[in-house]
């Protein structure tokens, strides 16, 4: 199998898939990592994962069997791999054994009976609300880049997006009038959520001052100080600062942690399981179930706190 195969590979979880070029980049690194494994042993464990690319051949994947994928895998955990990493190298090695088996470029699938680790379902951290709000009054909001986080953090936690859903927002994907915004997800799933009047309220202030920070030559709603589109990793730098400067003790807090806080609040508002499984484009509704259990746990909290005889 040539380059040309995995390219025709890679392109087909682009396209058919809709998969983000994030995880692309992971699985085509994954993919790589084993081949290089294949070919030099646990010492391809200890590169980086930033320098990896995908193999020039998948000659290695024709030559492996079951007992090399287990012990791709163990080694990858002995190496540092968390459960949840160890699982996506799985996971893209089944994806693409099944897609060159389909293609009759390969005969054997040797990761059918190969289990995937075991993870454990951790319940997401959330911020109070007098967290959020810290969190939410910290910008400069007397500057345009100040106008700019502000609204940043404000629709994060309004419409609880994941990072690159907000970050790909298009000036015509809000409805003002409506209080909705039109989100692109994950595998290009759109989906309407709603939109508070504090987050709109922040939106149109920064939009009043968007081109002092450049022309953009785009569409999109967030642009960094020269105009350009604003990263992922850029919407997750501004949630970083303010979280030093708002809530000095908190650690580890990311735009997903807006997200977990939004959904918990509306569930401990009353809102139905359902309905926040739609806001948060969840394809299912157990990976929305986890915040009912941050709820539960927060009740038998204030209970243990608040109750003399608990």
């Known amino acids: 199998m040539s380059a040309v195969d995995i390219l025709r590979y890679l392109n087909y979880l682009r396209v058919e898939r809709n998969f983000s070029r994030h995880t692309l980049r992971a699985y085509a690194n994954d993919i790589g990592q084993f081949s290089d494994y294949m ?4 010492a391809a464990l200890q590169r980086d994962e930033d320098e990896i690319r995908p193999p020039a051949s998948l000659d290695a994947l024709k030559r492996a069997d079951k007992q090399h994928i287990r012990a791709f895998l163990a080694h990858a955990q002995t190496a540092g791999c968390t459960p949840r990493t160890t699982a996506r ?5 089944r994806s693409a054994y099944t897609f060159f088996l389909r293609e009759k470029s390969i005969t054997v699938n040797p990761t059918q009976g190969v289990r995937s680790p075991r993870l454990s379902r951790t319940l997401p951290d959330v911020l109070s609300i007098p967290e959020v709000t810290a969190l939410l009054e910290a910008p400069d909001v007397s500057t345009p880049l100040g106008k700019r986080d502000k609204a940043v953090l404000e629709v994060l936690y309004s419409c609880g997006l994941r990072a ?7 000036t015509g994907d809000v409805f003002y009038d409506q209080q909705t915004v039109r989100v692109l997800g994950k595998r290009a799933k759109e989906r ?3 939109i508070g009047s504090y ?12 081109y002092e920070l450049g022309q953009p030559e785009h569409d999109r709603i967030f642009v960094n100080h020269r105009g350009g589109t604003l990263t992922t990793r850029s919407v997750q730098r501004i949630v970083e600062r303010y979280v030093r400067e708002a809530l000095p003790t908190r650690h580890e807090v990311s735009p997903h942690t807006l ?3 939004f959904a918990t609040h509306i569930l401990d508002a009353g809102a139905d399981l359902r309905v926040v499984q ?3 484009g969840h394809e299912s509704l157990s990976s929305t179930q986890i915040y009912t259990h941050v709820s539960i746990e927060r009740l038998r909290q204030v209970y243990r ?3 003399p005889h608990a």
């Not at 690159?164 to 298009?170: I, Q």
């Not at 309220?201 to 968007?210: C, D, F, I, N, S």
Request: hydrophobic share 50%; no cysteine.
């Open 39 to 42: 070919e030099n042993g646990p």
């Open 192 to 194: 309407i959520v709603p």
């Open 278 to 280: 739609e806001m948060l």
């Open 164 to 170: 690159a859903e907000l970050a790909g927002l298009k």
């Open 305 to 307: 706190d608040a109750h």
């Open 259 to 261: 997200r977990h806080t």
């Open 89 to 93: 190298k799985l996971a893209a090695l």
């Open 199 to 210: 987050a709109i309220t922040a939106l149109r202030e920064y939009l009043q001052v968007r």
